[in-house]
């Protein structure tokens, strides 16, 4: 018995340290790959990187540190780290196969910041969400909705669809369709729009806006009005001209037609009439 407690006292103060100098590795290893990834951070913040470059390098750089703290933790265990990274470049292939959806993601990254179709800041539509580019991660891009929401997106379903950058460029052109009756003065109606036009501020005089009949549908005339903008006025112009035109069509006494139905009645033969007027209501 006391030669199997001898035995267990040696085996824990040989193996003992060595579990607990690797468990030191592994702590002040994560608060030195933490720190590091904090002073490239701040080293590319003064070079004036683009945010989206600072955020995928920072986290390349943590996770390549965290794998040499974790190789230097085996090697203190005693497990010989030479083999293990021919056992991990052996197995490298079938790990690669089974997660080529992740290699894609972060093929798919690294081609994003080598080319640069947005920048963080930016609103872009693509995978079938929209949103404001928060950053690039190492396998996932981070979006957030106009209703502060955060979305997800795999790199590689981002880049293989189309994507839409609707900040890229300084100014937008706002379109507007407003429909009339056949029965209001057109000349009036347009004199209406451009003054309302005229009179907005934030609307650029160059390009020209345009004014003109789109359609002669159904029911209605319709009128394309089209406006440049400075890319962040756009949707507060477009909420204020639909308004500004609603009220002003109102007091000039401009119809705006909506979708109706008449029925006529034909008299005939005794009560058929009354029985068909009985049916259309």
């Known amino acids: 018995m006391e030669n199997i407690v001898g035995k267990l006292s040696e085996w824990f103060a040989f193996y003992g340290l060595k579990v607990v100098a690797a468990v ?57 780290t030479t083999s293990f990274i021919a056992v991990i470049g052996a197995a490298g292939l079938a790990i690669g196969l089974a997660l080529q959806g992740s290699l894609a993601n ?20 693509g995978a079938g969400v929209a949103g404001t580019v928060e950053e690039i991660q190492v396998f996932n891009t981070l979006l957030k909705t106009p209703d502060n929401k955060r979305i997800i997106v795999p790199n ?14 300084e100014t937008r052109r706002v379109d507007f369709v407003f429909g009339v009756g056949y029965d209001d003065d057109l000349q009036n109606v347009k004199r209406v729009l451009s003054e309302l036009v005229g009179a907005d501020q934030r609307i650029l005089t160059d390009p020209a806006p345009t004014i003109g009949v789109m359609e002669l549908a159904d029911s209605s005339v ?5 406006v440049w903008v400075n890319a962040s006025d756009y949707w507060n112009v477009f909420f204020d001209m639909m308004e500004k035109v609603k009220i002003r069509f109102d007091s000039e006494g401009i119809s705006i037609p909506y979708p109706q139905q008449d029925v006529h009645i034909h008299n005939g033969a005794a009560g058929v009439g009354t029985e068909a007027y009985t049916k259309a209501i």
């Open 24 to 80: 030191l590795i592994l702590m002040v290893g994560r608060w030195a790959a933490g720190t590091v990834k904090k002073v490239v951070n701040k080293i590319m913040t003064k070079r004036n990187l683009d945010p989206i470059i600072k955020s995928f390098v920072g986290h390349l750089v943590y996770i390549a540190l965290i794998a040499f703290v974790i190789l230097a933790a085996l090697g203190q265990l005693g497990i010989q």
């Open 156 to 169: 590689a379903k981002l880049t293989g669809d189309n994507i839409i950058n609707y900040s890229s460029k």
């Open 106 to 125: 972060f093929a798919a990254g690294f081609l994003m910041i080598l080319f640069r179709p947005f920048k963080a800041g930016d609103f872009i539509e």
């Open 222 to 226: 319709n009128l394309a009005v089209r």
